[in-house]
């Protein structure tokens, strides 16, 4: 018999895009709904009503809890689509997704927030957990509901998440430091430039960095890092006269290593001979920098596959909500891709298939 994802295989769309079809939910373009009806009325597609009964009789809310995005900031995007996907594939389990968004700068805001998430009466939640101390808050109040919860692209350690789906962060900054070592084969130095407001609430960033560190620890290589610290990553004067001032103070620097996801930024602040010169790594596939990957102005990019980290969160919770479904090993992690100017363009079409269907 012919299901919905066989139907989605041979439209090239999403499953969530023929469940909304047949369902007539709207929010599909006319000529993919023409499309999509074809295929159906070919192999005589009928619904089944036992599932369709389950699916209205068990009613479950996930929401959401996670960073906004903007212009200068697009990496929450892709989560957040990934999100979206998951929650169009899952309606007919009779599973409902909320999505609620915070200013990652603000631990206001993610109280505020969450108190908001909180007066829809959630069955489950998934979080973003951005600032460690008000996490601790937002957990108590869950655990004391007796709401489960999912921790989705950073992890932190001594809390009763169902699971962390994302990133092997410190195994990310590993290979970072072997491209690193591969583009330039000698002893050399490093410079690690990292934001201030990530220092004391990412882990993730701080995880990248010891396993940048320990790639040339444990390999026995002869080169050293230095780290700059800068308030905020910006393209602004004082920015861009610090990371250059000190580069001119430091002229042994050959690479920069940077890890968190704004590395266009570096190369926006960097003087033209700096850029012609170094070695740049960072991380993530957002627009501004997959431009930096394909004109040279930076090596490689690794991608944390962050759309998919927010479908899987969306699809594991689903799983526990509907069949009480465990999760064997709480971190799920997502595979470390290397992006080049090469490869680059392969990487991620789900992502685009989905928001050009549907955004």
């Known amino acids: 018999m012919i299901t919905i994802k066989d139907i989605a295989k041979e439209a090239n769309v999403s499953e969530g895009t023929i469940d909304r079809v047949i369902h007539d939910r709207g929010g599909v373009s006319k000529k993919t709904e023409a499309k999509v009806k074809k295929i159906l009325e070919y192999h005589k ?37 990934g999100i979206l996907k998951g929650a169009n594939d899952v309606k007919s389990f009779g599973v409902q997704v909320n999505n609620f968004t915070f200013n990652q700068y603000d631990p206001d805001s993610y109280l505020k927030t969450f108190k908001a998430l909180l007066e829809t009466k959630p069955t489950a939640v998934i979080i973003v957990p951005n600032f460690s101390k008000e996490t601790k808050q937002i957990v108590r109040k869950l655990e004391t509901l007796n709401i489960p919860y999912l921790f989705l692209n950073i992890d932190i350690d001594g809390f009763n998440n169902k699971a962390f789906v994302g990133q092997d962060s410190y195994m990310a900054g590993y290979i970072a430091g072997k491209l690193m070592n591969l583009s330039i084969p000698k002893p050399s130095t490093f410079l690690i430039i990292q934001a201030r407001h990530n220092i004391t609430k990412n882990n993730a960033v701080s995880n990248r960095i010891k396993g940048f560190n320990n790639y040339f620890l444990k390999n026995e290589i002869n080169s050293k890092t230095q780290t700059l610290k800068i308030e905020s990553l910006n393209s602004s004067f004082e920015t861009k006269e610090k990371i250059n001032s000190y580069l001119k103070q430091h002229p042994e620097v050959e690479g920069i290593f940077v890890p968190s996801s704004r590395i266009y930024m570096v190369v926006d602040c960097l003087e033209t001979a700096y850029l012609k010169n170094l070695e740049l790594i960072g991380f993530d596939n957002t627009p501004q920098n997959i431009e930096c990957l394909k004109n040279d102005t930076v090596s490689f990019l690794i991608s944390q596959k962050p759309f998919e980290q927010g479908y899987e969160s969306v699809r594991l919770m689903t799983d526990f909500l509907t069949i009480k479904k465990s999760i064997p090993n709480n971190k ?28």
């Open 332 to 359: 799920v992690h997502l595979p470390i891709d290397i992006l080049t100017k090469e490869n680059v363009d392969y990487n991620e079409r789900n992502e685009f298939a989905f928001e050009n269907e549907n955004v």
């Open 45 to 81: 597609f009928s619904v089944n009503p036992v599932a369709s009964a389950l699916a209205m009789k068990n009613k479950h809310f996930i929401a959401t809890l996670i960073p906004e995005h903007n212009d200068s900031d697009l990496f929450w995007k892709s989560p957040y689509l």
